[in-house]
């Protein structure tokens, strides 16, 4: 083997190595949603301990198209409901028959359903600070309670599990030290 038929394989690594590091440049078919807001690991879990994942973020490949737009955890009727950034509550009341509660945060905010509100619009709110208690009626997770926890950027959705170090996960290849 020569050595510029050594060096083609190694360069042809790295350049995908790179590309897997720096991530897809986007394209016109590419996906609406962008999976990493500025406030990632931020975040303080909305139930606590730790909840259970019942259903994890979906995004639809258009808008207006099916997809899971948040993350709904496992919780039980009456559990405290926690803000999981620091912000204002922006919207505090019922839509569609469920309780809902919205914290405004700066350039994303956090979505909280079906919540029995404890907390007034405009009212700041520390991370962590309880904002209601989750409702079993208007669950997704019938017979069982379940917190549909959702984060936007304008009218985007973006997964809310990237607030506590989850979300979506990047593979690299494994090398076998030829690089």
Do not use: K, N
Not at 119 to 144: K, T
Request: proline share 10%; glycine share 14%; hydrophobic share 45%.
């Amino acid at each position: 083997m020569t050595s510029r038929t050594r060096i083609l394989p190694r360069a042809l690594a790295l350049c995908v190595l790179a590309a897997l590091l720096v991530g897809p440049a986007p394209t016109a078919g590419a996906a609406w949603w962008d999976p990493a807001p500025a406030t990632a690991r931020d975040g303080a879990w909305p139930l606590l301990p730790r909840p259970r994942i019942a259903e994890g973020f979906d995004p639809p490949e258009v808008r207006w198209g099916s997809g899971h737009r948040g993350v709904d955890l496992a919780g039980s009727p009456g559990a405290a409901v926690r803000a999981a950034l620091p912000g204002r509550v922006s919207f505090s009341g019922t839509v569609a028959g469920r309780g809902v509660v919205v914290v405004d945060h700066g350039g994303v905010r956090t979505t909280y359903q079906p919540v029995a509100a404890r907390i007034p619009v405009d009212q700041q709110v520390a991370r962590g600070e309880v904002v209601g208690r989750l409702a079993l009626a208007g669950s997704h997770c019938l017979p069982a309670a379940c917190l549909h926890w959702g984060l936007r950027r304008g009218e985007d959705y973006l997964d809310p599990l990237t607030l506590v170090g989850g979300g979506p996960v990047r593979l690299l290849p494994f090398f076998d030290g030829a690089v």
